[in-house]
């Protein structure tokens, strides 16, 4: 794909962004980044910005981060030097046409891009990418399961909220290692796709059921099922820890107050950031793709 005479905005993320603005530079635009660890010998093409504004100024792309915005808006930057807030003063300085894409945005990015003429394309509901990059994110939460409890993962009971993509690849593996896993989810042909993968499928509701016998909660549901009142009837300090985006599919504070360990799990794709983000980048260029061709069948 030859961009030369555009210009990419990468702002925002972790190391996988590292690898998409290298990616991204490859293709002949000129390429800006900020917000996301920059290594010290820099990165072949990418200019290091010195402000998400200077970053965005004049660009026809913008790449914002995949896992999403926290509860206050900004951007997923976890190592920013200062928090990322993709409103409409940021917005406004870039090229027109233009076009946003990230994972998902929030009431407010889409609002204001929607006032901007700027186009927002999602790629967290993109099957194919998903399971690209969900062997890095399985690995991620197996290391983060190893690192939070004092059990092993053989012959623990664990349950798995939610059998999408990465739900599905986390339950499959947590069977391979021995654990005795519980689905909980919504959809019934999802259940029965883990009763024949080797787990103890469950409706949502039943979830109240199996708390009491289980030592690992796992979500991957981001709309809030695990709260305060299934919580407590897991046993003392069990690991209760959120994949999903914002708003994620735990109260991790109840579990907290609880004495449960609770973590939220975002950003897991860094553990592999080579892999996963050439794989993001795979979903991001496609997307750039199909909207050069439009832009020049419509011009």
């Not at 200077?54 to 951007?75: C, K, T, W």
């Not at 939610?162 to 290692?177: D, F, P, Q």
Request: proline content about 7%; some cysteine.
């Amino acid at each position: 794909m030859d961009l030369a005479g555009r210009t990419i905005a990468v702002v925002g993320g972790d190391e996988r962004e590292q690898e998409i603005a290298r990616l991204a530079a490859g293709t002949g635009a000129a390429v800006r980044g900020f917000g996301f660890p920059w290594p010290a010998d820099g990165i072949d093409g990418v200019t290091h910005a010195g402000s998400a504004l200077e970053a965005i100024s004049g660009a026809d792309y913008a790449l914002f981060p995949i896992p999403g915005q926290a509860a206050d808006g900004a951007l997923f930057a976890p190592e920013s030097p200062v928090p990322i807030y993709p409103d409409a003063e940021l917005l406004r300085a870039m090229n027109k046409p233009a076009t946003v894409i990230l994972g998902w945005p929030n009431e407010a990015l889409s609002t204001a891009a929607m006032q901007l003429g700027i186009e927002i394309s999602e790629y967290e509901h993109d099957v194919e990418l998903m399971l690209l990059r969900g062997p890095a994110i399985v690995e991620g939460a197996i290391g983060a399961i190893i690192a939070n409890t004092r059990v092993t993962i053989h012959n623990s009971e664990v349950v798995v909220v939610g059998h999408g993509s990465i739900g599905r690849l986390l339950a499959r593996t947590l069977v391979l290692l021995g654990a005795r896993v519980h689905v909980a989810a919504r959809n019934p042909v999802q259940r029965a796709d883990a009763l024949c993968a080797g787990c103890i499928p469950h409706p949502l509701e039943d979830l109240a059921q199996v708390a009491p016998t289980t030592c690992m909660v796992l979500s991957t549901v981001p709309h809030r099922i695990v709260d305060e009142s299934i919580l407590a009837l897991l046993p003392p300090k069990s690991l209760v820890m959120d994949l999903a985006a914002p708003p994620g599919g735990i109260d991790l504070a109840a579990a907290e107050r609880l004495g449960h360990r609770a973590l939220w799990a975002r950003g897991l794709g860094r553990r592999a950031p080579i892999t996963v983000g050439a794989s993001q980048w795979q979903g991001i260029a496609r997307r750039i793709a199909e909207i050069e061709s439009r832009r020049r069948n419509e011009g």
